[in-house]
């Protein structure tokens, strides 16, 4: 069909006529409407038309309030003969393309004609509901399809420690319906003690979930209820998408659970919530956990219970803004800042006052002139879009940093974590013993990151040590303190014996020193060469991966839940177990801070730690034991050696030491003497 859609005036009688014998064969549905009031509406500028070839297949009445910013669609009518074609649609979008400045539309629908998929296949959510003026009072749904424009809300950033959607089994439990232990579950997330820490949101699939309550009373006490919740109107487009991605996932993954209208709606609450820019949502529908997995895997959004939330809403808002697991599944580029690119950088990366526009732009080219061998590097995203931006010159034997920018992006900080990290990786490499950044506009989501990282701050901007010392604790403080002195600072004096505390954090300050005669344990884990490679791609992948920002700073690693004297904070030594065909195996390859051990049910630590690792929740639960638990460490700021320390190797460094080296089953305790001889060989020089 060639369908036109066209506006009518009062002048064109000949068109009248038509629509108003259009509308007088659906007068049971349309009701009865004078042929004035047709003309006055055409007149108005309200009334369009669909034909083909000359004949009149539809037409849409409606009304442009002064008063209220929104189409107020009074007919929406196509011939019977010539309906499933798309002539509904095409009629809603010249009305958006015509009317693209008011806030919606709004239309009235009697329930009972039960229409309620064609005004949600149009993009229509209800948003409430009336009675009628006939003899019957039937009820009438109003319907609403936005006009995406912001209100004054929509930028309102919430205050919350964590925002989460909410699906309708929850909704309905905080609006009392349901058993008692639903309700109990439900409103404990409206505790008093959690009103600083959560809000709660809803997507318009609940507003379709709250229209199919069938009691009219509790239905009107539901609605009621959303007010008290933030509203998401997510783009009809990029949910469509995610949806499908959803199905698809879900297909292939439940081959034998039906896709029915119920699957379809709980898909949705996933798309929407992740178009919607969020990670959590919150259900006490089992078939919607059920596809916990998926929803993760697809679309990146945590499916987890009321009583999740309650108990881990700071790991879970630390999930949402500090997510290195993601950066493993995203493709970033690294590229040099090019001469006469600059002024492309401002919208990305400039600060507010003195670093506005061009003084940006200025300061960045003139770093390409001054002498000085500094690199621009730009880093992008799988889109191409710049998401950091550091320059950095060696000065003798500190890595000056002139520029450290991360633009705003959902890993943004993520990503300064990493960068920090990199750095000081860049700068171990080139001999450096500072790290300074010089930026006087740094990110603020840098500057957070770095306040853990060791930097310090005074008037020439922030640095960092980098004692690259294995030994005694009197070694590395005599290191440290011969460096601090150049910048004008004084360290502490480190003792024999320290706590583990005290040197795991000196540890992560001044990276890479390591400790040797302290408290602080060491031990040994065999890991397969699967998860060897997908944690830390040794052995390589057939397929190098993309490791522009090298390996992820924190991640996690699964085993059975049996304790072998596990302590923490303590390093870990990572040993590949054994080889596949082609690979060599039986190696230590680096070593990491190992920052927890924690044993639980697999689904909990799964949920738990999701956004840190490789593993998928069936991958967790392989790994737990008779008693149906698992172990997850927790690590971080891995080193792999530049030289692997091969089984024949660490036999003979153990026996110069006076110990016998057995390959490790399980995780096992091993001595700092041993850790040292290994951390040393692992870094020899070839």
Request: glycine residues 8%; contains cysteine; proline residues 4%.
């Amino acid at each position: 069909m060639a369908i036109k859609v066209l506006p009518v005036s009062g002048e064109q009688t000949e068109l009248l006529d038509a629509v108003i014998a259009l509308g007088d064969r659906y007068t049971k549905y349309l009701g009865l409407l004078t042929p004035p009031a047709y003309r006055k509406h055409a007149e108005d500028g309200g009334l369009l038309v669909a034909v083909d070839d000359e004949e009149l297949v539809g037409y849409a009445l409606f009304g442009l309030p002064k008063r209220n910013l929104y189409v107020r669609l009074a007919h929406l009518c196509v011939a019977e003969e010539h309906r499933a074609k798309g002539v509904a649609r095409r009629l809603i979008e010249t009305i958006r393309e015509r009317h693209a400045h008011r806030l919606g539309i709004r239309a009235k629908c009697r329930r009972d004609y039960g229409l309620s998929d064609v005004w949600t296949a149009l993009g229509f959510v209800p948003k409430g509901e009336s009675l009628g003026r006939g003899k019957d009072k039937e009820t009438l749904d109003t319907w609403w399809l936005d006009l995406g424009h912001e209100d004054l809300f929509t930028e309102a950033q919430s205050d919350a420690l964590l925002v989460v959607t909410v699906d309708h089994s929850v909704f309905a439990g905080l609006r009392g319906a349901g058993a008692e232990r639903a309700v109990e579950e439900s409103r404990a997330l409206e505790a008093g003690w959690l009103a600083d820490l959560i809000e709660l949101a809803f997507t318009p699939q609940l507003l379709h979930e709250v229209r199919d309550v069938e009691d009219r009373e509790e239905r009107n006490h539901q609605r009621t209820g959303l007010a008290e919740l933030r509203s998401l109107s997510p783009g009809p487009a990029a949910v469509s998408a995610r949806l499908a991605e959803l199905v698809t996932a879900a297909q292939k993954e439940l081959p034998h659970v039906p896709l029915d209208s119920r699957q379809r709606a709980r898909l949705r609450y996933v798309a929407e919530t992740s178009c919607a820019g969020l990670q959590v949502l919150v259900t006490r529908d089992p078939g919607l956990a059920a596809l916990a997995d998926i929803a993760w895997a697809v679309a990146r959004v945590k499916v987890v219970s009321p009583a999740v939330v309650t108990l881990h809403v700071d790991e879970l808002r630390q999930a949402q803004v500090y997510r290195p697991a993601d950066l493993m599944g995203t493709a970033f580029s690294a590229e040099e800042v090019a001469p006469g690119s600059e002024g492309e950088l401002v919208a990305f990366f400039d600060q507010a006052g003195a670093d506005r526009g061009s003084a940006f732009e200025e300061r960045l080219r003139a770093l390409s002139s001054d002498g000085v061998l500094w690199r621009r590097e730009l880093l992008r995203d799988g889109e191409g879009h710049p998401v950091a931006l550091y320059v950095w010159a060696m000065d003798g034997r500190t890595l000056n940093v002139a520029f450290l920018r991360t633009a705003s992006h959902p890993l943004e900080e993520t990503l300064a974590r990493q960068l920090l990290f990199m750095l000081k990786r860049l700068g171990r490499g080139r001999e450096a013993e500072v790290v300074r950044i010089a930026d006087p506009y740094v990110s603020r989501a840098a500057i957070s990151a770095a306040a853990v990282d060791g930097f310090t701050e005074d008037e020439n901007g922030f640095a960092a040590l980098l004692v690259d010392v294995c030994g005694a604790a009197e070694t590395v403080s005599e290191k440290a303190g011969e460096i601090a002195a150049r910048l004008g600072r004084v360290t502490p004096r480190l003792e024999e014996g320290e706590s583990p505390e005290i040197v795991s954090v000196v540890e992560r300050v001044w990276w890479p020193a390591k400790l040797i005669n302290s408290a602080l344990p060491t031990f040994i884990a065999p890991i397969k060469p699967r998860w060897s490679t997908e944690l830390f791609d040794v052995p390589a992948m057939l397929v190098p991966r993309d490791d522009v920002l090298g390996i992820s700073r924190e991640h996690v690693y699964y085993r059975s839940s049996g304790h072998r004297g596990e302590t923490v904070p303590a390093r870990i030594l990572w040993y590949v177990s054994e080889g596949t065909s082609g690979q060599q195996g039986k190696m230590v390859i680096g070593c990491s801070r190992l920052d927890e051990v924690l044993v639980d049910d697999p689904d909990t630590l799964f949920s738990r730690f999701e956004h840190l690792g490789v593993y998928g929740r069936a991958e967790v639960r392989a790994t737990a034991d008779a008693s149906g638990k698992a172990m997850a460490l927790r690590f971080s700021d891995t080193e792999i050696f530049p030289v692997q320390v091969t089984h024949s190797r660490l036999t003979v460094l153990a026996k110069g030491l006076g110990l016998r080296w057995v390959p490790p089953m399980s995780l096992s305790k091993t001595s700092s003497a041993l850790f040292q001889a290994v951390y040393e060989e692992g870094h020899r020089k070839t």
